[in-house]
């Protein structure tokens, strides 16, 4: 059974960047989509973008365009997203997410990291 | 403002019938699957319904999804205390190009 484990909490300063890593355990994700997931204190999940490792870049929801970047390398079962010029509002806990069922990007997400709070303050 | 329109609230006391509904459009949900997530506070999302109307492994058959054309529900039979938690409606979007969710339902057992 696949499980994703997820880096630790972040506080950081408004302006900077933030990294988190997701890493797969039980088995990798060579060919499975790999999506990212962000929900801000007491709102809903909101999708930042995906990446399916084996077949090339990522897709990003337009709200996050040039902003954020998703990479991933299936040999090792590792997922990076990196946010730039955060702001207070990016304040939320971060998910990943993949489908061990399928390598499509369209297809729902049956396990779930166990998510990462990054905290955007001053 | 979500893409997908879900009830903020539902409720109902212990062996009740509640029912959510999911309300898009074309490029989602009339023309791609739609997921169902429950989440506990403080938690991940859980997968609860699959392309539709499918229990992942695990899911009690209390759960069930159904679809209509651009719109879908969850029905939660035989409500129990436990079912207390967040439910996300979920669909690919063909015109955003990416995955679009629904403002989530927050479900109180009575």
């Known amino acids: 059974q696949v499980q994703l484990v997820q880096s630790g909490a972040e506080v950081k300063n408004p302006g900077s960047s933030v990294k988190v890593s997701c890493k797969a355990s039980g088995d990798t994700f060579r060919t499975s989509a790999i999506n990212w997931v962000r929900q801000a204190p007491g709102q809903g999940l909101e999708w930042m973008g995906g990446?399916?490792?084996?077949?090339?870049?990522?897709k990003y929801a337009q709200k996050f365009q040039g902003r954020v970047t998703i990479i991933a390398d299936g040999s090792t079962g590792t997922a990076d997203m990196e946010l730039i010029s955060v702001r207070s509002d990016d304040t939320a806990v971060y998910y990943c997410?993949?489908?061990?069922?399928?390598?499509?990007?369209?297809?729902?997400?049956?396990?779930w990291g166990q998510g990462t709070l990054v905290t955007v303050s001053s | 403002q979500s893409v997908l329109t879900q009830p903020p609230s539902a409720s109902g006391t212990p062996g009740q019938r509640v029912t959510i509904s999911c309300s898009g459009g074309?490029?989602?949900?009339?023309?791609?699957?739609v997921y169902w997530y429950q989440q506990f506070a403080g938690a991940a999302p859980k997968l609860l319904i699959s392309t539709n109307d499918q229990r992942p492994s695990g899911v009690p058959d209390r759960f069930s999804g159904s679809k209509s054309g651009t719109s879908a529900s969850l029905a939660i039979t035989g409500l129990r205390s436990e079912d207390e938690a967040d439910y996300y409606c979920?669909?690919?979007?063909?015109?955003?190009?990416?995955?679009?969710f629904g403002g989530g339902t927050k479900v109180t057992v009575l």
């Open positions: 990446i399916i490792p084996s077949f090339g870049p990522a």
């Open positions: 979920a669909a690919w979007d063909d015109s955003l190009n990416g995955w679009v």
């Open positions: 074309n490029s989602n949900i009339g023309n791609n699957y």
């Open positions: 997410a993949t489908n061990t069922l399928s390598s499509s990007l369209r297809h729902g997400f049956d396990i």
